[in-house]
């Protein structure tokens, strides 16, 4: 085994960590076994902290109503939700259903979160009855911060379960905070189907690469104790940012894959050093993390900067997702850098222990001059235009499709529609006005001043014009109120209202002040359909303009689902462009240093852009378009969610760009040695392709089970990441790559000797050329003549 002195201060700084952590194995898991019981302990709070999907965004119209409604209004109520009644026996204007339907909303009344209650027996509205007079709904007023209305949700269908358990009229609760609870719920049992799916394939996977049961269960079980950590974390900082639900789905199966995938580029490469270096466990550790160690490092690093492109746009669904997974990357970087040296150091050779029958060929070292990979790129680079070309066409035509992508948002009633919030959803959108459980919000303010005459005329106006629009069924404004009181919509009629209302029928439609008023739009479709979504469109582009906005100092604000579908797609349109910018830009930078080359980066951002282009193609055929939908179980929605694309785009660019820093890395150190293109791809191909495809098949496994869940989102998010990694381990790495870099020769690794100068030096390699002593080792042990003389033979054949 080396000494330290022998070591040297010359080596690299990972490569003296790595001996460190193998040297100090024990100190290190105990210090990580800590980092876990600590983890363990605020798990709790990051499950129990989470909220379903928001699509606030700063700034936007939507989000200026829900300031409005809470700054302007006395009133507790910041949600209203609907109790559904539903009887296959009675009818709703029998004395027992009546009895029924007083006795359970009495009793709903009393309970913490429920602000007021309205019985439809006496509000004398015909609305709230359906036609076949087996269902009726009753407007109830949720209190509180969107956190507080999601954790009282569940009491509340309890409440309802337990007083119904024995009558013949069934109520349920829904509503935007009962669907998201419901949804929370559902994505927890969900996310224990797609692990339970998922790591068992995944160990197979391990199994068949490594041949070992202890090397094969290494990266399995690291990548759990970084997703363990990972919430642990996002639970300290729980009390002070609030996480979307889609976190912990997201969180989950990135932690997994990426956890997964960084150990087992790190372990397959650690039994190359010792095998290599006779057994010497520190130095081999040492090798593996200033190599490995360093391409997961330099990678990990490219997945945050891309992550981190998601601050600029002005939601915070996109900005706690990042934070979520930026978190989860450090995270695994950490257990990789750490965490794995000294599980490795503390292994030494024993990694090789528990081989499984029938696998002891994934034991034996690879001859890269006889593999099928050698094989394969030999056929690649004897063809590279070909080749290159038809599968670059086949990339190109899968990525047409993404000019017809529509954004949406699904409110995930279909997923839940076994739990009580979707079953009334179901029934409001069958026997009602799908709109009503998520009605239009419209808030008409004027900063200076009552509301005037004038004012009130325009605001009149607005609600006739609303009304006689096809796709409204109701609206509910301060207009009708004071018609219905005073027979004018004037000032003297609202004074004499406000002077009279002792029971506070208008403080939900205006203000103290009398500067503000709130309209509520049923629309006859449901929120998150594209009727609405063209609803809010045209109240905001017509209808308003054209009434109150002829009042000078008059405004008028949409929100409500579908006004914040229309901001968040809006918000995504104009981000989108400057998250590419800063995406592309510095992954360039990054790359530049890492490989010392103009060429290389370039080359794999356009790699990159094709296999995430093409699985955005095929998401939208499958989950918009529906072609083939029943081959993955999933039924159309006529749009993709609303925030997936920008995720996607930046998760999959940081995945894609993993596999290409492994690959050139690779390529990289032979090149260093030899100055031989050809060669320098061809080993790059041979020596990581097998590791690529099983971290890829790993990927793909995790991802493709979280299809089988039900929430749509996380079925998008799935079925994209897994199309995307498949895609680019497959054509992109081993076909274009190799293709592109064979007609490129020499010039993939130019760079203008200025720049070569005045750049910062990273090498992604263990030392300086020619001095790796795994390639020396190995040529050695192999009785083969060393790389730098095949590069001579090669440089005379060209």
Not at 96 to 117: F, H, M, P
Not at 125 to 135: P, V
Request: charged share 20%.
């Amino acid at each position: 085994m080396e000494s330290e002195g022998a070591l040297g201060a010359d080596r690299p700084v990972l490569y003296r960590w790595g001996t460190w952590c193998a040297r100090h194995g024990w100190r290190v898991v105990a210090a990580w076994v800590i980092v876990l019981v600590g983890a363990g302990l605020l798990l709790p709070k990051f499950t129990d902290s989470l909220t379903g999907s928001s699509l606030k965004v700063e700034g936007s119209d939507s989000a200026r109503v829900e300031a409005l409604l809470t700054d302007e209004f006395d009133t507790p109520v910041t949600e209203d939700a609907l109790v559904v009644f539903d009887s296959a026996t009675l009818r709703s204007d029998s004395d027992a259903y009546r009895q029924a339907v007083t006795s359970i909303l009495g009793t709903l009344q009393k309970q913490d979160g429920v602000v007021e209650v309205e019985n439809p027996y006496t509000a004398q509205d015909s609305s709230l009855y359906s036609s076949d007079r087996r269902t009726v709904v009753a407007p109830v007023g949720l209190g509180g911060g969107e956190r507080d209305r999601q954790d009282a949700v569940p009491l509340l269908q309890e409440t309802l379960h337990d007083v119904t358990a024995d009558s013949p009229v069934q109520a349920y609760l829904t509503g935007s905070s009962a669907l998201n609870a419901a949804v929370v719920e559902q994505q927890d049992k969900d996310i224990a189907q797609a692990e339970s799916i998922g790591l068992p394939i995944a160990l197979v996977v391990l199994l068949l690469a490594f041949g070992t049961l202890v090397a094969a269960g290494l990266p399995l079980v690291l990548g759990m104790v970084a997703v363990l950590t990972t919430f642990g974390v996002l639970g300290a900082l729980s009390g002070l940012i609030g996480f979307d639900v889609f976190v912990q789905a997201v969180v989950t199966m990135l932690g997994l894959a990426l956890g997964i995938d960084y150990c087992l580029f790190a372990v397959t490469r650690q039994r190359e050093e010792l095998a290599a270096r006779g057994g010497d466990v520190e130095a081999s550790v040492g090798a593996t993390m200033s190599t490995a160690g360093k391409a997961v490092l330099f990678s990990g690093c490219t997945v945050l900067i891309s992550v981190a492109g998601l601050m600029v746009v002005r939601a915070p669904v996109f900005r706690t997702m990042a934070l979520g997974v930026m978190i989860a990357v450090a995270v695994m970087l950490l257990v990789g850098l750490s965490l794995l040296p000294a599980v490795l150091g503390l292994l030494g050779t024993r990694i090789n222990r528990l081989a499984v029958p029938g696998l002891k060929r994934s034991l034996a070292r690879v001859d890269t001059s006889r593999s099928l990979w050698t094989r394969w790129t030999g056929v690649v680079m004897r063809r590279p235009v070909l080749i290159g070309g038809l599968t670059s066409v086949a990339l190109l035509l899968a990525i047409v499709p993404v000019s017809q992508l529509k954004l949406g948002f699904d409110v995930g009633a279909s997923a839940v529609s076994d739990a009580p919030a979707g079953k009334g959803y179901e029934l409001v959108d069958e026997k009602f006005v799908p709109g009503a459980a998520t009605p239009l919000q419209i808030v008409v303010h004027t900063p200076e001043g009552r509301l005037g005459d004038r004012e009130l005329d325009a605001l009149q106006q607005f609600s006739d014009r609303l009304r006689d629009h096809r796709q409204v069924s109701d609206v509910v404004s301060l207009s009708d109120a004071l018609r219905g009181q005073g027979g004018q919509a004037d000032a003297a009629t609202l004074e004499a209202a406000l002077g009279a209302d002792r029971d506070g029928a208008l403080e939900r439609l205006v203000s103290p002040d009398a500067r503000t008023t709130a309209m509520l739009v049923m629309s006859r479709s449901a929120a998150d359909s594209e009727e609405s979504v063209a609803l809010v469109h045209w109240i905001r582009d017509t209808a308003a303009p054209e009434t109150v906005g002829e009042v000078p100092g008059l405004s008028a604000y949409v929100g409500g689902l579908s006004g914040q579908t229309v901001d968040i797609a809006e918000e995504v349109e104009r981000a989108t462009p400057l998250v590419l910018l800063l995406v592309l830009g510095l992954s360039f930078i990054l790359l530049l240093l890492a490989f010392r080359s103009v060429v290389l980066p370039l080359s794999a951002i356009v790699m990159n852009l094709l296999s995430v282009g093409a699985a955005f193609g095929l998401l939208t055929l499958v989950f918009q378009e529906g072609m083939g939908a029943s081959l993955f179980d999933v039924s159309s929605t006529g749009f993709i969610q609303a925030y997936l694309p920008l995720l996607t785009f930046v998760i999959l660019f940081g995945l894609s760009m993993d596999y290409e820093v492994f690959l050139i890395s690779r390529m990289k150190e032979e090149w260093g040695r030899t100055q031989d293109n050809s060669r320098a791809v061809t080993e790059g191909v041979a020596h990581t392709a097998k590791v690529i495809t099983a971290a890829a098949a790993i990927m793909v496994v995790i991802f493709a089970a979280f299809m089988l869940t039900k929430v749509v989102e996380v079925k998008q998010m799935g079925f994209a990441l897994a199309v995307a990694v498949l895609l680019d381990a497959t054509l992109i790495r081993v076909v274009l790559v190799p293709a592109l870099m064979r007609l490129l020769g020499r010039h993939n690794w130019w760079m203008p000797a200025w720049l070569d100068r005045s750049l910062p030096r990273f090498e992604l390699t263990e030392g300086t050329p020619g001095d790796t002593p795994a390639a020396s080792s190995q040529g050695a042990a192999d009785g083969r003549e060393s790389p730098v003389s095949r590069s001579q033979e090669s440089a005379v054949r060209r």
